[in-house]
């Protein structure tokens, strides 16, 4: 009993001892084998590998990938004519020697991308104080970027390099400060207005302009149809007289007959009228003489 447990014991350590010496290193990483806190290796392919067991050597991991690192400072800059901008940008970097990146650097990526971010920030500064807002906003930007990377990589490959490799520097976005663009803001709210009240007063003149040729025209129009009105309604009597007169000529008694009827019916024209008269008045001359005709 004492030989299978002693047997299974045994078997229990060699295996840890076993995992303690085996490691696999992924594709996406470096592996980085230390003896007594010295760097020994860096493993750079994927797969199995084997080491001392600790603490005669240990294994840290390093990212292998492109790596981002995009800028958290809203600290404006100034440009050569002395305005306040903000720039958001990114960095694409990688790890390319792990043994200069540990000794010089750091053990991980975020010690890499804190010192990149001040480098990066102040090859910004430099260049940003040497340019003016409109090569910024203008083709002269991707110069700008260009000189920028430059100068990371001059930094990052100096006396004691940092086994890093910087790929793409770009500018994002570039804005003022945050109480200029309020300024601005404001007068391109104050010019709005000023055009819209313009436009709007134009526009109220404009409209009075048309109300009044419009008044103008009606009273025009309305004048001459008036005056055509009245020169064909005098045409029209004149010529209701003159057909009268040739009709009530050819035969007087009975013009003088109709007229009397039309006065009949001018007088009676309602049935509450009354009319208090002689009847031997001339007014009934026409129906005495009808009378007396029967």
Partial sequence: MNRIGFFVSSL?????????????????????????GQIKEVITEP????????????????????LTLSSTDTEPMLTKEKQRVVIDWYVRWRISDPQEYIRNVGLDETAGSMQLNR?????????????????????????????????????????????????????????????????????????????????RSK???????????????????????YRDAQIIKGQGDAEA??????????DPQFAQFYRSLEAYKASFNKKSDVMVVDPSSDFFKAMRSSGSAR
Avoid at 190 to 199: D, G, I, Q, T, Y
Avoid at 241 to 250: D, H, N, P, T, V
Wanted: glycine share 6%.
């Fill in 12 to 36: 229990l350590v060699l295996l840890a001892l076993l995992s303690s010496m085996l490691f696999v290193v992924d594709q996406r990483q470096f592996g980085v084998v230390y003896a007594l």
């Fill in 47 to 66: 797969g199995l590998n084997w080491k001392l067991p600790p603490p005669f050597q240990n294994v840290r991991y390093i990212d292998k990938r492109l």
């Fill in 119 to 199: 480098v990066v920030r102040n090859a910004f500064q430099e260049k940003i104080n040497r340019s003016g807002l409109s090569d910024l906003l203008s083709s002269q930007r991707e110069q700008l970027m260009s000189d920028v990377k430059s100068d990371v990589l001059k930094a990052v490959r100096g006396e004691k390099p940092w086994g890093v490799d910087v790929v793409d520097v770009r500018i994002t976005r570039v804005d003022y400060a945050e109480t200029i663009t309020e300024s601005v803001y404001r007068r391109m709210e104050a010019e709005r207005k000023r055009v819209a009240n313009e436009l």
């Fill in 203 to 225: 526009g109220v003149a404009e409209g009075e302009k048309i109300r009044a040729e419009a008044d103008r025209q009606r009273d025009i129009t309305i004048a001459n149809a």
């Fill in 241 to 250: 007289a003159r057909i009268y007169g040739e009709a009530f000529g050819r």
